[in-house]
């Protein structure tokens, strides 16, 4: 992979974790989350693993919307 754009998915991973970490709202950490696996995801097809791409690229959006419901019902 491009030196440079190795650099900006590790920052683009990196500030979704940090945010993660620190953010509070149960939406927000869902978005962080979300930039997290953006962030990873284009190292996963760099070593070749595409069938954990596509599965990951599969699950994380299923998910979202799971915990997503589960976040609306605690706030009711």
Known sequence: ?????????????LAGAVSA???????GKLISLGILV???L?????RGYL??????SLIAP???IFVLMVARREES
Do not use: C, K, Q
């Not at 992979?1 to 590790?10: D, K, Q, S, T």
């Not at 284009?42 to 760099?46: C, K, L, N, Q, T």
């Not at 069938?51 to 990951?56: G, I, L, P």
């Open 51 to 56: 069938d954990v791409a596509v599965t990951v």
């Open 21 to 27: 970490a620190l953010i509070r709202d149960s939406y």
């Open 38 to 40: 953006a962030g990873v």
């Open 62 to 64: 299923i998910a979202t």
């Open 1 to 13: 992979m491009i030196a440079g754009l190795e650099v900006a998915f590790g920052l683009i991973a």
């Open 42 to 46: 284009p190292f996963i097809v760099d």
